[in-house]
């Protein structure tokens, strides 16, 4: 490991497994299938692991269903916000559902689509978000129906209902709110449909979460209505299983002491300047050594966070940032020119596996 160039994307296929083996336990116990949010999580390298435990996978877009179809095969759950008609002639070629989030776009489309198993996507009007910029029952949000009429006059095409109102929820109460919440609004319909997915962002596999309750929860929904529920998992997937590695290029001193690494926040960890939260890293309690850690392009608060290390340290330290999978590697730009991490997987026997590197040639033909 030592001898790999930085900065790269380290992605533990024995992590990534005690996440799967939660999402299989839900499937076991309660019945519940699981599909991998593509827009959080694509590094399909892993993909060989992930489909041993997962259903299948759901997109945002025509290119996520098509990776998804490519790369893990199962089930294809194809959503996007708004379809083209060029879309939906290539996508209804190989989706397993096509999910619609407007009742306009299921007038104009289901014509073409109608052999397949058909969703919308409702909003329920409530949610539970830390950030106004992800709340999905925002107001004047664009994301799901509202009007109940809506979805009655659909109702008879569909075989099911999306209901994602939940970002980075690790709360089982607050969850059970919402369900109940959903059930009191809409079980009239439950009788008519095959499924519902409870879509993603509910963050079981954290530690302490209580898995038992949560799928004892589901399971008793799931018998009230014989309904086959789907929850759609993107960083609940892969939570903790990967790793951003960086090397120190530069110390500086402007009141406080800043490590400068050869890593950035805005072209590799892009989530974390969306929501001005810090990068996370598993560093000792009792450090002494104050640092910001700041990323190497131009945009002045290109800043992972301020963290305290057990010892000083040097250009050539490598610094570690944990939980670096979700939404990293989906978002990662050319800004600046940097360079891009390589994505790095370690399987499960151990062996430490190169599995995509870039070059400028990379980063030129991004242009024109």
Known sequence: ?????????????????????????????????????????????????????????TSSSLYEAKLGYEKFGKEVHAYSVAWSEKEIEEIKNFSTKIIFNS??????????????????????GVSYSHFHLADPARKYS????????????????????????NCENNDLESFEKILIHIENEFYTYFSKLEWISLGGGIYFTQAGYPLDKFAKLLQDFSNRYKLQIYLEPGETAI?????????????????KKIAIVDAAVETHMLDLLIYNTPAKMLLPPDGKYEYIVAGKTCLAGDEFGTYFFPEELQVG????????????????????????????????????????????????????
């Open 1 to 57: 490991m030592e001898k790999l160039t930085t900065p790269y994307y380290l992605i533990d296929e024995s992590l990534l497994l005690e996440n799967m083996k939660k999402i299989e336990y839900l499937r076991n116990t309660a019945g519940v299938k699981s599909v991998l949010a593509l827009k959080c999580f694509s590094t399909w390298s892993v993909f060989e692991l992930m489909k041993q435990y997962m259903d299948g996978t």
């Open 103 to 124: 009742i306009s776009q299921w007038e104009r489309f289901y014509p073409l689509v109608k052999h397949l198993p058909i969703g919308l996507r409702v909003n329920p």
């Open 142 to 165: 664009r994301l799901g129906v509202i009007n109940k009429s809506q979805i009655e006059k659909a109702l008879p095409t569909l075989s099911g209902l999306m209901f994602h109102c």
């Open 239 to 255: 939570t903790m299983s990967g790793f951003l590695i960086t090397t120190v290029l530069d110390i500086v001193e402007n009141e």
């Open 317 to 368: 330290s490598k610094i570690t940032i944990s939980d670096a999978a979700g939404y990293t590697m989906v978002k990662k730009n050319w800004f600046n020119g940097l360079a891009m991490p390589s994505i790095v997987v370690k399987r499960l026997n151990g062996m430490v596996e190169i599995v995509k590197e870039f070059t400028y040639k990379d980063y030129k033909e991004s242009l024109s």
